[in-house]
């Protein structure tokens, strides 16, 4: 379980919030056209993000988003459950239909702010709980595909994204023996690549085997999810290092590894395709904690994960903005003291 930033205050967790372009096939300059733009693309912004309560009845969670040129564009009302203090949900847009969303959709390419809100009618409040901007970009499709012809495709820029780690003492299986897990972004068509993650301490390397479950937590496409302009958001989990054992039971830990006995200096390498991709270097206590370098918790990220910089390396990202991040991390939320060596 994830703590909240505030006992008794609904937390968005930042890191979850993901915008992805629904891409129509044509293009209405006004959802009371007669007619709609044929042969052009189009898109609608998806989003979701997760919360940990709590959420009081009479509550409702909506996002504002603006048009690019500036003034109102979208109101979308998401689902909100009644929650207790600390209960986890992802939230996700109310349902309304395909021929609605498409009517609203935009051809619009540039920044679009927005705000993830709050409003109760009980309490008579309406609280902006995050504000930020998304970046849409346009591609251009093959055009020696004959539907491609003259038709541009969108999609949201999450380059900013790549150099950044999230580590973490992970408490999701076992809350008493809690394994180390990382988080990266990768850029292109990862699921044609082996991916590991291996581990670190001193300098050496603790096992010759990964030491990692793996699983794909997020993919971030283009409408039309071309594999170039795909991120994927993968999550490595240490099975067999963990935190601290604060078990009564008579489970053997014998095989692990445990942070809270080794402190010093750690290193978790992101393999692709045989090739080093991310390290990220973090630093364990005398105390057994992970030296926390303030950035997650300046930033109110929410949650338990601790934000380090992924150093890039490798061709296999393909090209990006190396610069993003500086003005364009967490939606335009810049981090104080995050810096790419």
């Known amino acids: 379980m994830a703590a909240s930033a505030f006992a008794g205050e609904l937390t968005l967790l930042k890191r979850t919030v993901f915008v992805t372009p629904q891409k129509y096939l044509r293009?209405?300059?006004?959802?009371?056209a007669a007619e709609p733009v044929y042969n052009t693309n189009s898109w609608y912004p998806k989003i979701k993000f997760d919360v940990l309560g709590p959420i009081e009845a009479g509550s409702k969670l909506?996002?504002?988003i603006d048009r690019a040129g500036g003034g109102p564009w979208l109101k979308i009302n998401m689902q909100t459950p009644v929650l207790e203090n600390d209960v986890w949900e992802?939230?996700?847009?109310?349902?309304?239909?395909?021929?609605?969303?498409?009517?609203?959709a935009s051809v619009e390419t540039g920044v679009f702010n927005f705000?993830?809100?709050?409003?109760?009618?009980l309490a008579g409040t309406d609280t902006v709980l995050f504000s930020g901007k998304f970046k849409v970009n346009q591609l251009t499709l093959d055009q020696n595909i004959p539907e491609n012809k003259g038709k541009k495709e969108f999609m949201v820029d999450y380059d900013w994204h790549l150099p950044i780690g999230y580590v973490w003492i992970n408490p999701e299986a076992d809350e008493e023996v809690p394994y180390l897990s990382t988080q990266v972004c990768l850029k292109g068509a990862v699921e044609q690549d082996k991916t590991?993650?291996?581990?670190?301490f001193n300098g050496k390397q603790i096992s010759k085997d990964p030491m990692t479950t793996y699983s794909t937590k997020e993919v971030l496409t283009s409408g039309a999810d071309e594999p170039h302009h795909r991120y994927s958001i993968l999550q490595f989990n240490f099975s067999n290092v963990r935190g601290f054992n604060r078990s009564s039971s008579a489970s053997d830990y014998s095989q692990n590894f445990f942070l809270d006995k080794n402190?010093?200096?750690?290193?978790i390498k992101i393999m692709r395709g045989n090739a080093l991709a991310r390290?990220?270097?973090f630093t364990v206590g005398r105390d057994g904690a992970i030296v926390d370098n303030g950035i997650a918790k300046t930033a109110r990220l929410g949650g338990v994960r601790m934000i380090f910089p992924a150093k890039i390396s490798g061709s296999l990202d393909g090209a990006y903005n190396a610069a993003a991040w500086q003005t364009d991390a967490l939606w335009s939320n810049p981090l104080s003291g995050f810096s790419i060596q």
């Open 27 to 32: 293009y209405w300059k006004n959802p009371k």
């Open 62 to 64: 909506y996002v504002e």
């Open 90 to 104: 992802t939230i996700r847009p109310e349902s309304i239909s395909s021929d609605d969303e498409e009517k609203l």
């Open 115 to 121: 705000r993830i809100k709050l409003k109760n009618a």
């Open 196 to 200: 590991e993650a291996y581990l670190f």
């Open 263 to 267: 402190p010093g200096s750690y290193e």
């Open 279 to 281: 390290s990220i270097g």
